[in-house]
């Protein structure tokens, strides 16, 4: 295996038709994860020393492609802008009504030019987990791929205050060296990171291998995967070709498809967790926010969900699903041959 990179053997079984029955905490059925994706400040921009504006999931990128040479496109920016100066503050008003916490997966150069929304998120108690250092800009090889991990871990920290953050890890859509980097890291500052998040495979977290003992050798302490899912996603008001929503309603009604199937199934006798990713710039406009809304309502009648953090769920899963006992789930079942 190169020394560069790293992916754990491919598994299509994992847990099978024998998914892990213990419930989530006080008996609930579903576990609801909220994500914010924190990216405006961190994006593609000269006025962030980078040749080129950016290029997608602003509200202009399906016919207006990156300007490059060094020159600032102000359209584009004004719509990152928007994310911060009105989406967050309306986002984090509807949060407070129903007293509940979302895992920020935050570009560290985002937080580094909105400070005062990083000190807040920290002290209001939600999760400050790490979306990379730059949004999309992970480096071309490991070493410049620590670099950036190095330099997100230590932008989170003084810009929250906080000692140990990042409590978890979202690349998304990265380079197979970010992961290594970001286990080899873990490693050397001994900050705890409970879970990684660059998955998409499951609907229930699972173990891995580690990826430094599988490269480096030495003791293996195993990666708690949380997935992700690019279904419940607000990117889907941006996805065109059919394939992403453009009503409001449509979101909701897909929210709440997948969290009755989930729910049904977590009745049932094998629980599930559902992620809502959100992003400042996307739901939080006026309109798209009321299916925000109209779900986060919707949520709050079902008295069996459990809606938490990933810092949460890990911790649960931990306690009862430990590495050393439960380990890989690709060990539960033959692996495939990769020679075909």
Same mark, same amino acid.
């Given at each position: 295996?190169?020394?560069?990179?790293?992916?754990?053997?491919?598994?299509?079984?994992?847990?099978?038709?024998?998914?892990?029955?213990?419930?989530?905490?006080?008996?609930?059925?579903?576990?609801?994860?909220?994500?914010?994706?924190?990216?405006?400040?961190?994006?593609?921009?000269?006025?962030?020393? #980078?040749?080129?504006?950016? !290029?997608?999931?602003?509200?202009?990128?399906?016919?207006?492609? *990156?300007? /490059? =040479? @060094?020159?600032?496109?102000?359209?584009?920016?004004?719509?990152?802008?928007?994310?911060?100066?009105?989406?967050?503050?309306?986002?984090?008003?509807?949060?407070?009504?129903?007293?509940?916490?979302?895992?920020?997966?935050?570009?560290?150069?985002?937080?580094?030019?909105?400070?005062?929304?990083?000190?807040?998120?920290?002290?209001?108690?939600?999760?400050?987990?790490?979306?990379?250092?730059?949004?999309?800009?992970?480096?071309?090889?490991?070493?410049?791929?620590?670099?950036?991990?190095?330099?997100?871990?230590?932008?989170?920290?003084?810009?929250?205050?906080?000692?140990?953050?990042?409590?978890?890890?979202?690349?998304?859509?990265?380079?197979?060296?970010?992961?290594?980097?970001?286990?080899?890291?873990?490693?050397?500052?001994?900050?705890?990171?409970?879970?990684?998040? #660059?998955?998409?495979?499951? !609907?229930?977290?699972?173990?891995?291998?580690?990826?430094?003992? *599988?490269? /480096? =050798? @030495?003791?293996?302490?195993?990666?708690?995967?949380?997935?992700?899912?690019?279904?419940?996603?607000?990117?889907?008001?941006?996805?065109?070709?059919?394939?992403?929503?453009?009503?409001?309603?449509?979101?909701?009604?897909?929210?709440?498809?997948?969290?009755?199937?989930?729910?049904?199934?977590?009745?049932?006798?094998?629980?599930?967790?559902?992620?809502?990713?959100?992003?400042?710039?996307?739901?939080?406009?006026?309109?798209?926010?009321?299916?925000?809304?109209?779900?986060?309502?919707?949520?709050?009648?079902?008295?069996?969900?459990?809606?938490?953090?990933?810092?949460?769920?890990?911790?649960?899963?931990?306690?009862?699903?430990?590495?050393?006992?439960?380990?890989?789930?690709?060990?539960?079942?033959?692996?495939?041959?990769?020679?075909?």
């Amino acid at each position: 295996m190169p020394t560069d990179a790293w992916l754990p053997p491919r598994d299509y079984v994992g847990y099978g038709g024998d998914s892990p029955k213990v419930l989530w905490p006080g008996n609930k059925v579903i576990a609801v994860s909220f994500v914010l994706n924190y990216e405006e400040g961190a994006e593609h921009t000269p006025w962030n020393g #980078d040749d080129q504006s950016c !290029d997608s999931l602003h509200e202009l990128h399906y016919d207006r492609p *990156a300007i /490059h =040479g @060094g020159q600032r496109d102000g359209v584009v920016e004004d719509m990152f802008e928007w994310g911060i100066r009105q989406g967050l503050p309306r986002l984090i008003k509807l949060f407070r009504q129903y007293g509940w916490k979302w895992t920020t997966w935050t570009c560290a150069r985002a937080f580094e030019v909105t400070p005062t929304y990083a000190k807040l998120l920290a002290d209001e108690g939600h999760e400050i987990a790490c979306h990379g250092n730059r949004w999309r800009i992970h480096g071309t090889n490991l070493a410049e791929a620590k670099a950036h991990v190095h330099k997100s871990f230590d932008r989170l920290q003084a810009t929250t205050g906080l000692t140990d953050v990042p409590t978890g890890w979202f690349g998304g859509g990265v380079p197979n060296h970010t992961k290594l980097a970001r286990a080899e890291v873990h490693r050397e500052r001994q900050v705890p990171l409970l879970y990684c998040s #660059d998955t998409y495979a499951a !609907d229930v977290p699972y173990w891995v291998q580690d990826p430094y003992a *599988a490269v /480096h =050798g @030495g003791e293996d302490k195993g990666m708690l995967m949380i997935p992700y899912s690019l279904c419940t996603n607000d990117h889907r008001f941006f996805v065109s070709q059919g394939a992403g929503v453009s009503k409001p309603d449509d979101w909701f009604d897909l929210l709440k498809s997948e969290f009755d199937q989930l729910y049904e199934e977590g009745q049932a006798g094998s629980p599930k967790m559902m992620t809502i990713a959100m992003h400042n710039r996307f739901v939080c406009k006026p309109g798209r926010t009321m299916a925000l809304k109209r779900f986060m309502a919707y949520v709050a009648t079902k008295p069996d969900a459990w809606v938490c953090t990933r810092r949460e769920i890990a911790a649960h899963w931990r306690e009862h699903y430990p590495y050393d006992k439960v380990g890989a789930t690709d060990q539960l079942h033959p692996t495939a041959d990769a020679s075909a």
